[in-house]
C-alpha cells in the first residue's frame, strides 16, 4: 500500500475534468465522490477480495464494498466462474435461460416466507413491483413507510423531490419507526385504503444512528397487515444476507408477505428480486414489470453460485468476525484518543458516527484521512463487511484509522 506521501490522484483529477463535461455535475447519485470528503477519489478501477484500487493506483481495504453488493468480496473465484461460463451460453436472450428456473427455486428453499420470485435489476424495481403487486392485490392504494427510510430513487419514494410532483406520491402515509402509536394512527386513518406496510430489516437511515427493530413492534407490523389483508413488504435490499441466510427478520421470526431483493444477491453483478407467499403470487401475476435486461442469465448464474458460497463458506460468520474486529478495534482507539464514538447497526454493517459532530466535521476530517492511508470508510452511509476481509484487511484499516484519529484530537481537541 502506497504510504500518504507517495499517493497521487492526478488521473482521478484528469477524468473528472472530463467528466465535468459529458456527465451532468461530473457525477450523480449515491457514488459521487461530491458527497465524500475531498480525499476521496471519484473513479474506481478494479477489486480483489476485500481492496479496491483507484484511477491512480491507490489501494484501500473496502469497507463499502461497493454500497453492499460484493458480499464475498470482489472476484470470488466461484462466482467469477459460473459467470464465465454462462456468459460463453448466453446473456441477454429472447427468453430467460434455465437459470432463471433453477434460481428461483434456490430461493424459495433459502428464504423462508417465499413461494415464488421475481428478477428484475436494481432495489428499486423491487421495491417498486413489492408497492405495484401490493396495490394490484389488494385493489387498496395508501403504502405506509418509515418517516426517513430509503426504499429506492423512483418518483414514489425518492429522498430528493426534485422533479417528482405532489401526486406521484400521494398515497405514501409515513410513521415512525419502532413507534407502534405512529403505525396504529396512520392505519386508523387509512383502513379502508391500505395496500402495504414497507419497512427494512433495521432502521439504516444514512447520517444517524442505527435503530434495531423492536420484536414486539415488527409483530404488531404483522398483525395489523393479518388484520387489513394489507401486505407486509420487508425491503431487505440492503441487509439482505448480512443478518441471516435468509429474510433479515427470520432473527426475529417475524414473516413478511413480499421481500425487496437486491444489493449482495449476485456479489455484484446486477441483479435484483421480489420474493413472496402464495397470498400474493395473484396479485404478482396480475402486474405488467419487465425491462430489457432483466432476465439477462449471467448475473441469475452469478447469483446461484453467491447463494451457494454464502452457505457453503458461512460468509455471514466470516463478516461478523471482520465486523467485530474492525469495531473492537475503533472503540480501542477512539477510547485512546479520549474521542466519543457511537457504533450502531450489525457489525457487518456498522454506522460510525462521532459525538458532538453535528455537521460531520470530525467525520469528514477522519475518513478523508482514512482514505489518504488506505481504508475506504464513509463518513455519513453505514459501511459493510464481506466474506473476504480477512485480519490482515481490518488490521490495515485501524492502522489507517488511528493516524485520522490522531488528526481529529489535534484539530478538535478530546471529548
Ligand atoms: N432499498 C434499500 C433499503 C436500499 O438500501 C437501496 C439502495 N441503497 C434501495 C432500496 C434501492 O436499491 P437500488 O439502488 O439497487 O435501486
Known amino acids: 500500500m502506497t504510504s500518504v506521501m507517495q499517493r497521487s490522484d492526478a488521473a482521478d483529477r484528469a477524468l473528472r475534468a ?225 443478518m441471516a441466510f435468509g429474510c433479515s427478520w427470520d432473527t426475529i421470526g417475524v414473516q413478511p408477505d413480499l421481500s425487496a431483493w437486491g444489493k449482495a444477491i449476485a456479489n455484484g453483478h446486477a441483479l435484483g428480486a421480489v420474493l413472496g407467499n402464495d397470498k400474493f403470487r395473484d396479485g404478482a401475476s396480475q402486474v405488467y414489470v419487465t425491462g430489457s435486461f432483466w432476465f439477462a442469465a449471467v448475473p441469475m448464474a452469478a447469483a446461484i453460485a453467491t447463494i451457494h458460497a454464502l452457505r457453503d463458506e458461512d460468509a455471514l460468520a466470516a463478516m461478523e468476525r471482520a465486523g467485530q474486529r474492525l469495531r473492537d478495534g475503533l472503540a480501542a482507539q477512539a477510547a485512546s484518543y479520549g474521542i466519543g464514538l457511537r457504533q450502531t447497526g450489525p457489525v457487518t454493517m456498522p454506522m460510525v458516527l462521532f459525538d458532538d459532530d453535528p455537521m460531520f466535521e470530525r467525520a469528514n476530517l477522519w475518513s478523508g484521512q482514512a482514505a489518504l492511508r488506505g481504508a475506504f470508510l464513509h463518513p455519513w452511509h453505514n459501511w459493510f463487511t464481506c466474506a473476504a476481509h480477512s485480519d490482515d484487511d481490518v488490521d490495515a484499516a485501524l492502522r489507517a484509522t488511528d493516524g485520522a484519529f490522531a488528526l481529529v484530537r489535534a484539530r478538535f481537541g478530546a471529548d
Open 18 to 242: 472530463r467528466a465535468a463535461s459529458v456527465i451532468p455535475n461530473g457525477m450523480y447519485g449515491h457514488q459521487s465522490a461530491r458527497m465524500l470528503p475531498p480525499e476521496f477519489p471519484q473513479f474506481m478501477v478494479r477489486g480483489e477480495g476485500g481492496r479496491v484500487w483507484d484511477a491512480d493506483g491507490n489501494e484501500y481495504v473496502d469497507f463499502m464494498c461497493s454500497y453492499g453488493p460484493i458480499v464475498l468480496g470482489h472476484h470470488h473465484p466461484k462466482v467469477d466462474a459460473a459467470a464465465a461460463a454462462q456468459d460463453q451460453l448466453g446473456d441477454c436472450q429472447n427468453g430467460p435461460s434455465p437459470v432463471m428456473v433453477e434460481l428461483s427455486e434456490l430461493f424459495v428453499d433459502t428464504v423462508g416466507h417465499a413461494d415464488w420470485t421475481m428478477m428484475a435489476k436494481n432495489g428499486t424495481d423491487a421495491t417498486t413491483m413489492c408497492v405495484t403487486i401490493a396495490r394490484a392485490a389488494t385493489g387498496k392504494r395508501k403504502v405506509l413507510v418509515a418517516r426517513g427510510a430509503y426504499h429506492g430513487a423512483a418518483p414514489w419514494c425518492t429522498p430528493v423531490k426534485t422533479g417528482v410532483t405532489a401526486e406521484d406520491r400521494a398515497h405514501l402515509v409515513y410513521f415512525e419507526w419502532n413507534d407502534t402509536e405512529s403505525v396504529r394512527a396512520a392505519v386508523e386513518e387509512h383502513a379502508d385504503d391500505l395496500a402495504a406496510i414497507v419497512v427494512s430489516p433495521f432502521k439504516h437511515d444514512a447520517r444517524v444512528d442505527q435503530e434495531m427493530v423492536d420484536p414486539v413492534w415488527a409483530r404488531y407490523l404483522r398483525q395489523v397487515c393479518d388484520d387489513t389483508g394489507a401486505a407486509r413488504v420487508l425491503d431487505d435490499v440492503r441487509a439482505g444476507f448480512r
